[in-house]
């Protein structure tokens, strides 16, 4: 048995009011390659984080870790990188309507058909939970970049949050398409958390965003998901409240989460009040706790 540390990021949180208008701030490409955010993405501890560009929107941001040299000898925790889709970064910015956000994570060629696999993006609004689907296909193998429009997954897990075999999708849950009420498949690892999502008869399709998913297109030891998305294509009763976003591997040991406030009109579309789900995500983001967790390594 190992211990993991499983954190719960509450980021740093302005609203869309004070954010750089889309005229002034500088310009940012969806396109995996995140020198516009201000960080380098590299291999062998080459990576920097630390100072995400504030000329580009930049609502909030969070660097877990830049460690390479972990591998599958470490645990998915805090200060353990280089695992199977172990969080490193989330970045989010915000010009105009649109709302940017990156991530980095750890990642080995098996593209999470072994040990872990990537969960999709969890979101909360005002009145409901909102789902990006990552995408990736089947694992094994080097895997080459995905954009918006490209076959969804999901992956079933074992009980430490291992991928055991993959299974498809709905058809129209294609990488960077953005649901609300979807099922969510949480994490195995007590007391769990939503790591994958599931389109039923009453999910509606809110979006696509502009995506990039790099896999193994860019370096061996990472992958990045950068995606763009038109916040008046989210629910919001009343133009206003928080955003929260929230990304973490199957095992959901490791967990990246910012918070962003809207203050700017969106839309009038409703979606039906939020479950336990919600809950949770907003709970464990307001305190930022850190807790200890124990899974077994086969």
Same mark, same amino acid.
């Given at each position: 048995?190992?211990?993991?540390?499983?954190?719960?990021? +509450?980021?740093?949180?302005?609203?869309?009011?004070?954010?750089?208008s889309a005229a002034s701030a500088s310009a940012i490409t969806v396109d995996g390659n995140l020198s516009d955010w201000g960080i380098t993405v590299a291999d062998n501890n080459n990576s920097n984080f630390s100072s995400p560009s504030t000329t580009i929107?930049?609502?909030?941001?969070?660097?877990?870790?830049?460690?390479? +040299?972990?591998?599958?000898?470490?645990?998915?925790? *805090?200060?353990?990188?280089?695992?199977?889709?172990?969080?490193?970064?989330?970045?989010?910015?915000?010009?105009?309507?649109?709302?940017?956000?990156?991530?980095?994570?750890?990642?080995?060629?098996?593209?999470?058909?072994?040990?872990?696999?990537?969960?999709?993006?969890?979101?909360?609004?005002?009145?409901?939970?909102?789902?990006?689907?990552?995408?990736?296909?089947?694992?094994?193998?080097?895997?080459?970049?995905?954009?918006?429009?490209?076959?969804?997954?999901?992956?079933?897990?074992?009980?430490?949050?291992?991928?055991?075999?993959?299974?498809?999708?709905?058809?129209?849950?294609?990488?960077?398409?953005?649901?609300?009420?979807?099922?969510?498949?949480?994490? *195995?690892?007590?007391?769990?958390?939503?790591?994958?999502?599931?389109?039923?008869?009453?999910?509606?399709?809110?979006?696509?965003?502009?995506?990039?998913?790099?896999?193994?297109?860019?370096?061996?030891?990472?992958?990045?998901?950068?995606?763009?998305?038109?916040?008046?294509?989210?629910?919001?009763?009343?133009?206003?409240?928080?955003?929260?976003?929230?990304?973490?591997?199957?095992?959901?040991?490791?967990?990246?989460?910012?918070?962003?406030?809207?203050?700017? *009109?969106?839309?009038?579309?409703?979606?039906?009040? *939020?479950?336990?789900?919600?809950?949770?995500?907003?709970?464990?983001?307001?305190?930022?706790?850190?807790?200890?967790?124990?899974?077994?390594?086969?």
């Amino acid at each position: 048995m190992r211990n993991a540390l499983k954190p719960f990021i +509450f980021a740093t949180t302005l609203g869309l009011g004070v954010a750089m208008s889309a005229a002034s701030a500088s310009a940012i490409t969806v396109d995996g390659n995140l020198s516009d955010w201000g960080i380098t993405v590299a291999d062998n501890n080459n990576s920097n984080f630390s100072s995400p560009s504030t000329t580009i929107g930049l609502e909030a941001s969070f660097t877990e870790d830049q460690n390479d +040299f972990a591998g599958d000898n470490g645990y998915v925790g *805090p200060n353990y990188g280089g695992q199977n889709y172990d969080a490193e970064f989330m970045g989010v910015a915000v010009q105009g309507n649109i709302m940017y956000i990156a991530i980095v994570s750890g990642q080995r060629p098996n593209n999470g058909l072994s040990k872990y696999s990537p969960g999709d993006i969890y979101m909360t609004t005002p009145v409901g939970i909102v789902g990006i689907e990552v995408g990736g296909g089947i694992g094994g193998g080097a895997g080459g970049m995905i954009t918006e429009g490209d076959a969804g997954s999901t992956y079933n897990l074992s009980s430490n949050g291992y991928t055991q075999s993959y299974g498809t999708t709905d058809a129209a849950q294609t990488a960077g398409s953005v649901w609300a009420n979807a099922d969510w498949i949480q994490d *195995p690892i007590a007391p769990g958390s939503p790591v994958q999502m599931e389109i039923n008869g009453a999910s509606t399709k809110v979006a696509d965003a502009d995506y990039a998913y790099t896999r193994d297109t860019d370096t061996n030891q990472h992958s990045v998901i950068e995606l763009a998305l038109d916040l008046t294509n989210l629910p919001d009763e009343d133009g206003s409240g928080s955003i929260g976003i929230h990304w973490s591997p199957s095992c959901g040991n490791d967990i990246v989460h910012a918070l962003i406030n809207v203050s700017a *009109p969106i839309t009038t579309t409703e979606v039906p009040e *939020p479950g336990s789900a919600l809950v949770w995500l907003v709970g464990v983001g307001m305190i930022g706790a850190m807790r200890v967790r124990r899974r077994k390594r086969s």
